[in-house]
Structure formats: structure tokens, C-alpha cells
């Protein structure tokens, strides 16, 4: 458990998925309402890193994983849904949609800085900053 908080408070989101499974193994009753909270700012941190990495599948999946914690939780749900938006076959919208995914990670990050969660902000602005291709302008948005 120990390990798990320290991977968590460190942003080391995989190292904490890891160790907080393997808590729900060794006990599924605990600490039921921490760690889903810690659940999901692992998958949001997780998705955030494959947004960054462009590997939007993924991010796909985490941001899924997100929902089913929380499926009320609007950023997330907005987040997701210009994501797919952005993976679309359409080249016409592409820009659009990018600009669509940078909107919502930025409210998101903005969201998570209001509650002084610096780091998550830190990692949905970075993953905001490599949706969008290097020709397009933030003057512009």
C-alpha cells in the first residue's frame, strides 16, 4: 500500500496501477473509495501521456477506464468525445478536432489547477500541447 501511495503522490501512474491492483487483490474491501479516487487520476494520467505520445487508442481506453469510475465526470466525458472526434477518418475536420481536444484538456488542466492538483494540470497541458500539429498557431484558437 505504501508503494502504491508513493507512486501515486510521484506521477509514476503505471508503477502506481500496478501496486494499487495488487492491493485489490490481496483485499478488494480496501480502502474501496481511495482508491477508486487514486483509479482515476491513474487513468487520466495515463491518458495523458498517450495523448502526448499521439497514441490515441490508448488514451481511448484509459479515459474509458476514467468513465467507468466516474461516468458523470463531465471533462472527461467531453475530453473522450472530442478525442474520438479526432479519430475519425475525416481529414477535412482533423484541425478542427484538434483544436477541440486542446480546448478540453486545457479547461481540464485549468479544472485541476483551481484545486491546486499542479501536476495533473501539468500533465493534461502537456498531452494539450502535442495534440496539436506544430503548424497551428495558440495565437489562433
Not at 21 to 26: A, D, H, K, N, P
Not at 58 to 64: K, N, R, S, Y
Not at 66 to 75: G, S, V, Y
Request: with cysteine; net charge negative; proline share 4%.
Amino acid at each position: 500500500w505504501e508503494q502504491a501511495q508513493d507512486a501515486y503522490a510521484g506521477q509514476d501512474w503505471q508503477a502506481a496501477l500496478d501496486y494499487v491492483t495488487l492491493v485489490q487483490r490481496i483485499d478488494k474491501g480496501y480502502q474501496v473509495e481511495t482508491i477508486n479516487t487514486m483509479l482515476f487520476d491513474v487513468y487520466m494520467g495515463l491518458a495523458a501521456k498517450a495523448l502526448a505520445r499521439g497514441d490515441f487508442p490508448v488514451a481511448d481506453t484509459q479515459l474509458g477506464k476514467a468513465l467507468a469510475l466516474r461516468p458523470d465526470a463531465e471533462p472527461v466525458i467531453r475530453i473522450r468525445s472530442a478525442l474520438l472526434g479526432l479519430m475519425q477518418p475525416d481529414l477535412v475536420n482533423n484541425v478542427t478536432a484538434r483544436r477541440d481536444l486542446w480546448n478540453r484538456l486545457v479547461d481540464y488542466g485549468d479544472q485541476l489547477a483551481q484545486v491546486e492538483a499542479f501536476c495533473a494540470a501539468a500533465d493534461q497541458l502537456a498531452a494539450a500541447i502535442r495534440v496539436l500539429p506544430d503548424h497551428l498557431s495558440l495565437i489562433h484558437i
